[in-house]
DNA sequence: ACCTGAACACCGTTCAAGT
DNA sequence: ACCTGAACACCGTTCAAGT
């Protein structure tokens, strides 16, 4: 088993309660190098910083998407050549998590008040709009569980309010890990484009129009459901479909809790 | 608006009903290129069909994985270069719809008996199954809706149970919608690899351990839930996750119908 | 009708070398 | 301690050219 020598460049980075420095001086504009920075304890501000680095690649994310998100251009846009980058970062994965966790670093939990189904409702919504807020989100959070400062604390947050549900522990895990993978799988089918459909430019309801198309022009005989509920399948208001799912939700959970706390 | 001649190579390629054709006889293997194949009607099996470069994508991405799956890759496996690839396929992302497809094409639907709830129950386990069973399916599949004729085939069998059991028409398109995101995330989430944990080589067991312990290890006046949690955040038994998951997606739907027909 | 070689504009990553 | 230039081994895609 190849062993490891675990420890990394900085070894502090220890989990701090969320709080995201928000630094507004954006880097990538100022280009002067250190020449003559005091190197002691002065903090004569690094500059580059893993901080900085995932802010750097959510501008990149969201000015060119993920697929043109390169260690190439968030070093330009950080004021640095591409090597420089592994310095901070062992290689882009680790960068997508720094990434990873700079998105939720936007997320506010609801407001403390209503009952619990109002609660885990709300909790559903902001992280489906969090995920359509920051370009292609859902491809960055999915497939990749990386427990950063922001996300330990919303997980942490979310825990406690369905424990005071009335959720045994267990079932409480389980229900925060349900919301996770179903908004995460939601949003990814959501904003994934239709095969057939990205060939017209289409804006959303010409596509949900094309889709219905398809629908109504299949054989009849092999596929009579299709058919017949080509308008239902391809309805373009995303946001009933995400309250009908979200409810399914709810209602399974309120199953277990005992009548008089539903 | 940029129009389009939508006219494609072979324009044929209309919707059968899903069988995947099943010739065993793999590509890629014989090197002989058609030298002198009778180019009429003749059908001396034309060898790079879109149907046999599906095929290759699969069997490349079973070796290699989504991150190694490349154009020259598949086209070496098919015994031909690159650039030829492009005469068959508009581009990469044609040939991963059709990889997609190809996917859906070895999924089963389940025995058409019992009740509905043994069925969708049946049919969440089966296509978390498929994903599982396929190398990256989760990834190929999440954020493309492809619907060729192996994803049409398995959703027209599933709406017609759905309205078979009660549901309204609206109800029954999006339960089958919930199904898909749902399993989708569950199994993305189920697949991703733990930031912190891919630097052991460790196996799943070993990750949950080690993640168990890093929640654990938390501040405790800051993260009360999470340390207390830490043993059910991180119990390792997937299948029994995704169990709890879906028994509340039943519970939620049956509260749809009448109570006669739960 | 189908395939190729060669090229273009990119990638992620490494490493000796600079300061 | 941090950054760089140059290189390596790849990418997806295009296109003139072959047969």
Redesign the pocket.
Known sequence: MLDCKREF??SEEGVRTAMPENDTTAPGADAT??SSAT?GAGAAT???TREALAQAALRVLEREGLA??????V?AEV??????????V????E?LDLLNDAIMGSAEPPPREGGWREQFHAYCWRYRRLLLDNRDAAKVVAGRLAPGPNLLGLMEDQLDRLRAAGLSDADAAMASYLLGAFVQGFVLQEQSPISAAEVLGGSRREIAVAAGDLFRALPAEDFPNLVDLADDLTAPDMDARFEFCVQRILDGLAALLPPDRR
Chains 1, 2 share one sequence.
Do not use: I, T
């Open positions: 460049h900085d190098p250190g190197p690094p500059a580059v043109g998100l390169s260690m190439r251009k070093a004021g640095v050549k591409a090597a420089s980058l592994y310095w901070h062992r290689n882009k994965q960068l």
